[in-house]
Every structure is written in structure tokens, then in C-alpha cells.
């Protein structure tokens, strides 16, 4: 690592506390609550637990990109332009809401299991001059996704998912998302094992930490911990904290600082108030990007089984694995 690098500071941490979401769902929100209610280019991250009949039923968005990541069990997505599919433990859906579009996100009733489907979904404005692009998707198998598993100098096993950006020399699968974003999911057992990950100094970074305990300098962030960077490094480096053979977990997320205002209500999101009015106009008139919004109604908020869910994944050429 070069001399010339400069570790960041942390602006601040906390804890998440469950709160509901949906309809039926659970989520630990990092950003978009008062302790931390935008950080650009983000608006939204929530770790999320649905369990099926429950779910995300249609709802709308707007000025904005999702980046769903799924950890555990099975996720059906459907919209009003036609779009729609399944995701599997490890896949990502990058949606571009741009003008707008609704859609629905409902789990998968699974006969192996009862645990709730479980994911990261994040929410990035969009650079003011795409806040009224054309709505598109693109699916990131977890095939598809590079996985590098570099030891530091004690020879402690670490494994980084580079689903976007680059980290220890291996490059994600690239233009998943309009706003620059990197993304990456650290796993190790092993105390003590070192990591380290360079940030561009133009991106705002965060932490979170889905399972186990990092120290970052002498400070140790336990399980659901949310860690906030300053903008004033090109380098974050720390430790797992969590003892031998116990599992952890974390993602090192950043984004591009937009150069903009950054104005949500709800699901809508755009660079002043007077666009958010006359987005929520459009919507409830069915208009300048909604019109389909009139005629569609979503199959899967009636529900989800294995049958469903085996034939548009065949569709896509991939399997229904049932797991326990």
C-alpha cells in the first residue's frame, strides 16, 4: 500500500433498531432515519426481513436507483412496464426508477423453510440531468459476481465479493448503475484478519455490518453496526473483531457525492420540492411516465409459490434450489 495513502475518519456510528416496513416486513434502516437522513449520493438503506403472505406490494418510484441485494431465500419483482423475475440468495437487482415506475417485491412461499426472505436494498439518487431517464433493470446473477480471497500477513482467510468497483486488483462486472456506486461484501472467521479497501476521495463511504464485529483503530462496531466516513481519505482499514469460527459479516458501501440538491418524499425523489409536487401529481393522475399505472395490476401481491417462481427463472435460464 502506498505511503501516500490517507485513512479516513469516521463521522459517526450507531445502531439501527427495528422498525416495520411494508407489509408485514422488518427493517434495520441506516440511512433515512434522523441520525443520519441523507448521505449523497444515498437516501435509503434498510436491511430487511419479509416473510411470505407479507411483502412489498405496488408502490411507486421516482429520481432514483434500488440496488437490492438477497441474502436469504427467494424474491419475486414485477413492474407496470412488463419487467419482472426472481432473485436467489446472492443475486442483485439494480433498478433505474428514473421518470417513474411501480412495481411490486414479494417473497417466495417456501416449502424447505419458514425464515423470512432477508436483504440489503438500497436507495442512490440519480444525477439531476438522469432524474427523468427511461425506467430500465439489470439483474447481477451471484455467477456473475467476482469473489477474490486474499490472506493478510498472518495468514487469516478473508473473502471479498466485488459485486461493484474493485478491491485486492479484482474488477466487478461493470455499468450496473447510472450513479457511480462501489459495493462490496466482506466474510471471514478468523480474529484478527486485517482488511483493507481504497475509496475514491470524490465518494462518500459507510460500513455496515450484518453479522459478527469489526475494529476499525481501537474501537470494535459489533453485529447491525451502521459506520460513517468523512470524505477525508482514500483508505479504510480495519480488523474482525468477532473470536475464531464465529461468522462475520459486513459491506463497505460508496457513492459519488452529487453536486445537487437532494429532496425526497417518500419513494420520490428529485432536486426540488416543486418537482416532487408535480411527480406525485403525475402519479396520482397516471401521467408523464405513469400512465400505465391506470390499466396494470400486479400478479405477485397475490402471492408467490415454487411453481411461479420455477418458470421465470427458466425463463432466465437458472434453477429453483430449495434449501433448508
Known amino acids: 500500500m502506498s505511503a501516500s495513502k490517507t485513512h479516513r475518519t469516521i463521522l459517526k456510528h450507531f445502531i439501527p433498531t427495528f422498525r416495520s416496513e411494508g407489509v408485514g416486513a422488518k427493517v434495520r434502516r441506516s440511512i433515512g432515519v434522523p441520525d443520519m437522513q441523507k448521505f449523497s449520493p444515498f437516501v435509503m438503506l ?31 419483482h414485477e413492474d407496470f412496464t412488463g419487467s419482472k423475475g426472481i432473485l436467489r440468495p446472492g443475486d442483485l437487482q439494480f433498478m433505474t426508477a428514473g421518470k ?24 442512490v439518487a440519480l444525477p439531476k440531468e438522469l432524474i427523468n431517464c427511461k425506467p430500465r433493470y439489470r439483474d447481477l446473477r451471484n455467477e456473475e459476481i467476482p469473489v477474490v480471497k486474499p490472506y493478510d500477513n498472518d495468514g487469516k482467510k478473508l473473502t471479498v465479493k466485488v459485486i461493484s468497483g474493485q478491491s485486492y486488483d479484482v474488477t466487478s462486472v461493470q455499468d450496473l448503475a447510472y450513479t457511480p456506486v462501489v459495493y462490496y461484501q466482506y466474510t471471514s472467521f478468523r480474529k484478527g484478519t486485517k482488511f483493507v479497501q481504497e475509496v475514491d476521495p470524490k465518494m462518500n463511504c459507510f460500513i455496515y455490518v450484518k453479522e ?35 461468522k462475520t459479516e459486513f459491506f463497505i458501501i460508496a457513492g459519488q457525492i452529487l453536486d445537487q440538491e437532494i429532496v425526497q418524499y417518500g419513494p420520490f425523489i ?45 425463463k432466465d435460464g437458472y434453477e429453483f434450489i430449495p434449501h433448508d
Open 270 to 314: 428529485d432536486t426540488s420540492e416543486q418537482n416532487i409536487y408535480q411527480t406525485f401529481r403525475n402519479y396520482q393522475l397516471g401521467i408523464n411516465g405513469f400512465e400505465n399505472v391506470k390499466t396494470w395490476n400486479s400478479v405477485i401481491d397475490k402471492g408467490v409459490d415454487e411453481e411461479l417462481a420455477k418458470e421465470w427463472l427458466a
Open 212 to 246: 459478527g464485529s469489526i475494529k476499525i483503530k481501537d474501537t470494535v462496531y459489533a453485529t447491525n453496526s451502521a459506520i460513517f466516513f468523512n470524505p477525508d481519505g482514500d483508505l479504510i482499514e480495519g480488523e474482525i473483531a468477532s473470536e475464531d469460527d464465529q
Open 46 to 76: 434498510d436491511h430487511f426481513q419479509v416473510k411470505a403472505p407479507a411483502g412489498f406490494e405496488q408502490h411507486p418510484h421516482h429520481g432514483q436507483e434500488t440496488i437490492t441485494l438477497l441474502l436469504d431465500n427467494y424474491m419475486a
Open 100 to 123: 417513474g415506475v411501480v412495481h411490486s417485491e414479494i417473497p417466495v412461499v417456501m416449502s424447505s423453510n419458514d425464515r423470512p426472505a432477508q436483504g440489503m436494498q438500497l436507495w
